[in-house]
């Protein structure tokens, strides 16, 4: 079947723009994840929705950075007032609920210059 | 919260020979490790995991170890082919927190 989906798969900004990315989880992947990964860095997790609770939010590094999943599918991280270290590639993953495994998508290069 | 520690940071085998990459983690509580494996440009690939009530798993070539005690884990891959070069991530996490810790990151080299 079809795995993780995300959009645009490249943005270029200019610093002090807003941003959205989006991300497509499985079907019937109720737990989406959106982490970060730096140039030559391992991944930072962000954020995790788990069906109708409330998101686990210890992740984002500012109030710049907000994510909302809609419908219980779909989710669009935003990033207000970008600055060049919000450089990175974003990635998002789904799971089952309770379950361990994670699926990534390809994630989106953001670049703010 | 959880800090995973992994090295080396770079890894030049021969093909043919074997690869070890090791990973500690900080907090009793993780109880499941996967290993993703990330080529140039692409999404991490899962390639194994374990969880913390076994010791070890193995699949075709590719095997985790993991010691409670210690709080270490490990990677092997045995035969290594050119294929296998990549980047290698370890990770953590606890039932209570799904979201996973990731190492740093092992940049493995299979010279052929």
């Known amino acids: 079947g079809a795995g993780v989906s995300q959009s645009p798969s490249n943005k270029v900004t200019e610093k002090g723009k807003d941003v959205e990315l989006r991300c497509d989880p499985i079907?019937?992947?109720?737990?989406l994840y959106w982490y970060r990964q730096s140039l030559g860095q391992g991944l930072e997790f962000l954020i995790y929705?788990?069906?109708?609770?409330?998101?686990?939010k210890s992740g984002l590094p500012s109030d710049r950075f907000s994510a909302e999943r809609t419908g219980g599918s779909v989710s669009t991280l935003t990033i207000q007032r970008t600055q060049q270290e919000d450089s990175a590639v974003y990635l998002c993953a789904s799971s089952l609920v309770n379950a361990d495994t994670q699926y990534f998508g390809p994630g989106t290069r953001l670049t703010v210059l | 919260g959880e800090n995973v520690e992994q090295h080396p940071s770079t890894l030049s085998v021969q093909e043919g020979d074997s690869a070890v990459i090791k990973c500690t983690y900080s907090d009793s509580a993780s109880n499941y490790f996967p290993w993703y494996k990330q080529e140039l440009g692409k999404r991490p690939q899962l390639i194994i995991d374990i969880r913390s009530n076994v010791g070890e798993k193995k699949d075709q070539r590719i095997a985790v170890t993991l010691n409670k005690t210690a709080k270490h884990f490990s990677l092997h891959i045995t035969e290594t082919q050119p294929e296998d070069s990549a980047v290698y991530f370890c990770?953590?996490?606890?039932?209570?927190?799904?979201?996973?810790?990731f190492g740093s990151g092992t940049q493995l080299t299979v010279l052929p």
């Open positions: 079907s019937g992947h109720t737990a």
């Open positions: 929705f788990q069906g109708n609770s409330a998101p686990d």
């Open positions: 990770a953590a996490s606890s039932g209570s927190a799904r979201q996973l810790t």
